[in-house]
């Protein structure tokens, strides 16, 4: 690549997506270095930035072209260094000028301080707070005075930034085209009324309440009726979200359902209070409408805080399918809860808006009318691509095994499915007709069951959504219901986790003929139905009886053994003791003895001075 102009290589290193290889491509040689340092435009640091300050600023001076920037502090701790603080954002708005996309992640050093020396970054359109707790409104005020060109604005669990001057002039800006706000407790939809001019340049809208939070913020009637008599033009809006919000008639958000006249995507889920006139009103607006979701909750999760509580019939979903032909994605969910709303819709308008729309993408999630009946008529889908069943237990095997003759079916998802089995997978075995088949926590259906049904499967059973459920009891019930004890003992056994087969099985059966006897003495004239179900609960409550046995076992076990560690240990100190008396002992016995070697040395010393002066008498003499 010697031969090749800087421009040439500079693209090809520009065709290379993952930073790690762009990195190490730039350690190969000087002059691909140089390249990558010119042509970088995007940057994710993080934890391992150390110090911060003088690392953002080095990283500043290298890339000097920098357009993008992730910061992100997500899983730091102290041990890891300082985090970026205001000067950090300050040496950041001077080192990089042509600075347009930044995002700041759990920067909890951050303060309005450190956002205010940004409103120098003239050409920042985007900006993404992810848990920035010391950052309030001010902070974005002085933001969006100096960053007149943001079109992109992303507000995720900021707990201290209220709505106040900042929305207003923001709105009379006219930039913004893309807002999102997420569980930000100081925020209702009251507030987004302030945005004024500007609803008519928002292409996409996403709000979500905190759903602890939102009985304190979203049912405030008083914010919400600043939407009255206001023009909220919002004609391109192309996709809009909403969670966990209300929805009143002719206030609120509910004036934008009806305006949306590009809309293509609409998510509405857990919102309180939509009915048939704002879905209609949504679907003969919005003609190019290509995706729809919604999560209905149920009459019984949420208290009746309105005069008009939820009422979703057919009529929207007619009125969606007459009106949307382009609809290519539909989501239903008809409960938070284990059972659906009174009020939700019949396999009928399913059918039919399968049959009027395009539908490319079709997910069911608690859709208990949804039965063998639905599935025979999507046969004749002829856009179906990929169909997911959540918790739809009115399918059986005959329901399933209709899946074979879906024309165009390529992605299968079951969840929660407690009606089907292996058989039902069957005559997909070695066909390879589906690309992709997953199945999650479904009781009857086995890993061996979905090898060879489709060219890509996933597998994963997890059955503790079903212990301590209605739904879970019942699905058990009925299907030990008119059983002996060998066959209820067997069944439990073979269709149980592993932690109840490690039971006795003896013991379970000794217990639950007892329990009968126990019940045909208090009511002969029982059902089979009463007597399983008493059974059953014989049987919980001897598991729990089995499962505690060997718990107290093995603390008095604990016991004793802690109780003889204990008294090792007072012996052990004891002679710990002694052996630290003996050993003082016998030092002052070898400090006496050598202080008496010490005299005696010197009284020898002196001795043979003497003996010498002797001598040496003698000889004078």
Not at 352 to 369: T, W
């Amino acid at each position: 690549m010697e031969g090749l102009p800087d421009q040439l290589v500079g693209e090809i290193l520009d065709r290379i997506k993952k930073a790690t290889d762009k990195s190490s491509i730039a350690l190969t040689c000087k002059r691909f270095h140089g390249l990558d340092n010119e042509r970088r435009n995007s940057l994710r640091v993080g934890c391992g930035l150390h110090p911060a300050n003088e690392a953002l600023i080095s990283l500043c001076n290298r890339f000097p072209n920098l357009t993008k920037l992730e910061i992100v502090y997500s899983g730091w701790m102290s041990k890891l260094g300082k985090q970026l603080d205001d000067q950090g954002l300050h040496a950041l708005s001077t080192n990089c000028p042509f600075l347009t996309d930044l995002t700041l992640s759990y920067c909890t050093f951050i303060t309005d301080a450190g956002l205010s020396y940004l409103a120098s970054c003239s050409k920042l359109s985007s900006l993404k707070l992810i848990f920035t707790p010391r950052i309030t409104g001010c902070g974005i005020l002085s933001l969006v005075v100096g960053c007149k060109n943001l079109r992109v604005l992303h507000l995720i669990r900021c707990l201290n930034i209220s709505s106040a001057e900042w929305i207003e002039y923001l709105g009379k800006l006219e930039t913004l085209e893309n807002l999102f706000i997420k569980n930000c407790r100081a925020i209702g939809e009251g507030d987004l009324v302030k945005l004024g001019p500007t609803w008519k340049k928002i292409k996409r809208l996403q709000f979500e309440v905190d759903s602890n939070y939102r009985y304190m913020k979203v049912y405030d009637r008083l914010a919400v009726d600043r939407w009255l008599k206001q023009c909220i033009p919002c004609e391109n809006m192309v996709e809009l979200s909403l969670v966990n919000c209300i929805i009143i008639p002719g206030r609120g958000l509910a004036c934008i359902l009806g305006k949306c006249k590009n809309l293509e995507k609409v998510h509405l889920d857990m919102c309180v209070g939509v009915r048939d006139c704002d879905i209609v009103g949504l679907a003969l607006s919005s003609r190019n409408l290509r995706s729809i979701s919604l999560r209905v909750p149920s009459d019984f999760s949420l208290p009746l805080l309105m005069d008009n509580p939820l009422r979703l019939t057919d009529e929207s979903l007619k009125a969606v399918a007459q009106s949307c032909s382009q609809l290519e994605s539909v989501r239903l969910s008809f409960s938070d809860g284990e059972f659906p709303s009174p009020s939700s819709f019949t396999l009928n308008s399913i059918l039919f808006l399968v049959q009027m729309c395009p539908i490319r993408e079709l997910s069911l999630d608690h859709a208990y009318f949804f039965n063998d009946v639905g599935m025979a008529a999507l046969c004749s889908a002829q856009y179906l691509h990929t169909l997911e069943l959540v918790r739809c237990q009115e399918i059986t095997d005959e329901g399933l095994q209709l899946v074979g003759r879906f024309t165009q079916l390529c992605v299968l998802r079951l969840s929660k499915c407690l009606g089907i089995t292996d058989d039902g997978l069957k005559p997909l075995w070695g066909s390879y007709k589906l690309e992709s088949l997953s199945v999650d926590d479904c009781p009857q259906i086995s890993e061996r069951g979905i090898r060879g049904a489709a060219k890509s499967v996933t597998f994963k059973q997890d059955l503790s959504w079903m212990f301590g459920t209605s739904i879970g009891s019942s699905f058990w019930s009925s299907k030990w219901r008119s059983s002996s004890s060998a066959e209820l003992v067997h069944k439990l056994f073979s269709d149980s986790p592993v932690f109840i087969k490690s039971v006795p099985s003896s013991s379970v059966m000794f217990y639950v003929q007892q329990r009968e006897e126990q019940v045909k003495e208090l009511a002969p004239s029982c059902t089979g139905e009463l007597r399983v179900d008493s059974c059953l609960a014989a049987l919980e409550n001897k598991v729990d009886v089995l499962w505690k046995g060997p718990e107290d076992s093995i603390s008095k076990k604990v016991e004793q053994v802690t109780k003889r560690q204990v008294e090792r240990c007072k012996d052990f100190e004891d002679k710990v003791t002694e052996l630290q008396d003996e050993l003082a002992t016998s030092r002052r016995e070898l400090t006496r003895v050598t202080r008496q070697g010490d005299t005696a040395v010197r009284a020898a010393d002196e001795g043979e001075g003497a003996r010498s002066q002797v001598l040496q008498w003698s000889k004078e003499h």
